[in-house]
């Protein structure tokens, strides 16, 4: 999880943080499970909107036409 924090910006580092349970004592198994879901869940959507992104770029050219002045 801190290697994940680490290599994302603020704002889904927060998002990430808040995904994490706030005891210090070992996790039981369904905790762990629990918690590896919505860590699954979390980089899905993290994927999907680097995806998201990546299909806008693509549809909008990096140099627009300009028009002529009149």
């Known amino acids: 999880m801190e290697e994940i924090g680490h290599a994302v910006g603020p704002e889904l580092r ?3 943080e808040r995904l994490l349970p706030r005891t210090g004592g ?3 198994e369904a905790e ?3 918690l ?3 860590l699954v869940g979390w980089l899905e959507g993290v994927f999907q909107g680097i995806k998201a992104e990546l ?4 549809m ?3 140099n627009p036409p300009t028009r002529p002045r009149r």
Do not use: D, G, K, Y
């Open 14 to 16: 927060e998002e990430l």
């Open 26 to 28: 070992p996790f039981t």
């Open 32 to 34: 762990a499970r629990i």
């Open 36 to 38: 590896q879901s919505r």
């Open 55 to 58: 299909s806008l770029r693509q």
């Open 60 to 62: 909008t050219p990096a």
